[in-house]
């Protein structure tokens, strides 16, 4: 595609639900990010994959969350047993190759509401 | 610790001049970056500093003073589309080479 794409756009959920989201990077792009952005708020970093492995996880709030990438294109995060706290905009990024001097291009993210 | 400082908010008049200032206090630095965020949207590449000095690039510049830790957007001859906010970025923090730390954002409101 053009852009990286992320589905779905909007997901509601309830307390202690688990949800998955999608991240479709640019054709090309080995690296791909998560963040997460609280309303009023930049942007949080979660987790950099290069390639298929996770090149760093420092940002996973904690075990209940998690990515995968297994084919070194798409990535899903996914999240158990959903708080009210983990409501927020869910962004993925991609770049070329993760040299820190690249762009990262963001996707529209999924607005996440946990009720 | 680690800091980014920008204003909260900010507003300017269509046509003028309007520069958003960025501190950071890091422990490392890959580069420095500004992106554009418009409401419900996401974040939008505008420029890059890695060496001191300014970049221009069209309406926008930004500049980079590495010993002050310290990056200004200077948007000029603002039209109505440019109200969004900014976000300061650096990358190179201990969260990792690669990972990007965001400030709050600057919301730039132009009016008429």
């Known amino acids: 595609g053009a852009g990286v794409s992320q589905t779905p756009s909007n997901k509601v959920t309830e307390k202690g639900k688990y949800v998955e989201l999608r991240c479709d990077p640019i054709?090309?792009?080995?690296?791909l990010y998560w963040y997460r952005q609280s309303l009023g708020q930049g942007p949080e970093f979660l987790i950099y994959?290069?390639?298929?492995?996770?090149?760093?996880d420092s940002g996973l709030p904690n075990d209940r969350f998690f990515a995968v990438r297994p084919e070194g294109s798409v990535s899903t995060l996914k999240i158990q047993r959903t708080e009210r706290g983990d409501s927020a905009v869910y962004l993925c990024?991609?770049?070329?190759?993760?040299?820190?001097?690249?762009?990262?291009?963001f996707g529209p993210g999924t607005r996440l509401l946990v009720l | 610790g680690q800091n980014i400082d920008q204003p909260t908010e900010m507003t300017a008049t269509e046509g003028a001049i309007v520069q958003i200032n960025c501190t950071y206090q890091t422990s490392g630095f890959n580069g420095l970056f500004w992106y554009q965020q418009h409401a419900g949207e996401a974040p939008t590449f505008l420029s890059y500093?890695?060496?001191?000095g300014l970049e221009e690039k069209g309406r926008f510049s930004s500049f980079l003073s590495r010993s002050k830790g310290y990056s200004y957007l200077l948007l000029k001859e603002l039209q109505m589309k440019d109200s969004a906010s900014y976000l300061c970025a650096v990358r190179g923090l201990p969260t990792g080479a690669n990972n990007l730390f965001f400030g709050t954002g600057t919301r730039l409101t132009v009016i008429p």
């Open positions: 500093n890695v060496l001191d």
């Open positions: 990024a991609s770049s070329l190759t993760g040299d820190p001097q690249e762009t990262q291009y």
């Open positions: 994959f290069q390639g298929t492995g996770a090149a760093d």
């Open positions: 054709s090309g792009h080995t690296a």
